[in-house]
């Protein structure tokens, strides 16, 4: 089945520090990846989305300056969270979206940031 | 950008009642709806997908109901047990997806 494997789980970070984390889909190519964040009590945001040949789109509020992106092939991405602060923690999550429109996104078990 | 509103926050039923959970959203062109299922500590369980064509679609335990005039998707579990306390969370999207604010369900004894 498809699986999405991120690393590492958990980790905790000194403020003003950088983070990265990965993300890994086993099984299937995915051709988007999605990074999102699970702020506490709150809903999960859309950090950016990329797609295979296709720039990567950051939201509103979130910037490639801040969180760059690297996706080199169709089962890997990192993204890192630069000059972390109390703000950056939560639980980020990758999802990986199967190739075909109208597929769910499949979401790792997430990397959770505490920033201290 | 899109919106989905999720209602109710928290949800508390008995073992064995049914329990509703509403998602409405404000982008009448999506084509594709998600529910979710975190529980804590986890990540996101796929529940459910749902093309706009089809309005109801029933899984083991529960039942998907879109109502595309109203904007519209609900959740409804049949028969609530303690493995279905979780946080519940709508979805929907076609090249990006955006997510309610979430559904806390508790099923007490």
């Known amino acids: 089945g498809a699986l999405v494997y991120q690393y590492p789980r958990r980790t905790i970070c000194k403020s003003g ?29 859309l950090i950016a989305l990329s797609t295979v040949n296709s720039a990567i ?21 990192s993204m890192t969270v630069l000059n972390a ?14 190739s075909g429109t109208g597929q769910a996104v499949f979401f790792g078990k997430g990397t959770r940031l505490t920033v201290v | ?26 982008d009448p062109n999506s084509y594709y709806f998600f529910w979710y299922k975190q529980e804590p500590g986890a990540s996101l369980q796929l529940l459910m997908k749902v093309f706009s064509s089809t309005e109801i679609n029933e899984g083991q335990g529960f039942t998907v109901l879109l109502n595309k005039k109203d904007t519209r998707l609900s959740l409804n579990l049949t028969a609530a047990h303690p493995g279905d306390s979780a946080a519940y969370f709508c979805a929907h999207g076609n090249e990006k997806i955006t997510f309610g604010a979430g559904t806390k369900l508790t099923i007490k004894p």
């Not at chain 1, 993300?23 to 051709?31: K, S, Y």
């Not at chain 1, 789109?57 to 991405?77: A, G, W």
């Not at chain 2, 039923?13 to 959970?21: L, N, Q, T, Y």
Request: hydrophobic share 30%; proline share 6%; charged share 20%.
């Open chain 1, 17 to 45: 520090t950088s983070m990265r984390m990965e993300c890994q889909a086993v099984g299937f190519q995915a051709t988007s990846v999605a990074w999102y964040r699970q702020s506490p009590q709150k809903t999960f945001e």
């Open chain 1, 57 to 77: 789109k950051y939201e509103q509020n979130f910037t490639q300056e801040k969180f760059p992106i690297s996706h080199p092939n169709l089962s890997f991405s």
């Open chain 1, 85 to 98: 602060y109390l703000e950056d923690r939560g639980l980020y999550l990758c999802g990986a979206r199967l």
């Open chain 2, 1 to 26: 950008g899109e919106q989905v509103e999720q209602r109710p926050p928290h949800l508390s039923v008995r073992e064995g009642d049914s329990a509703v959970i509403t998602c409405t959203y404000t």
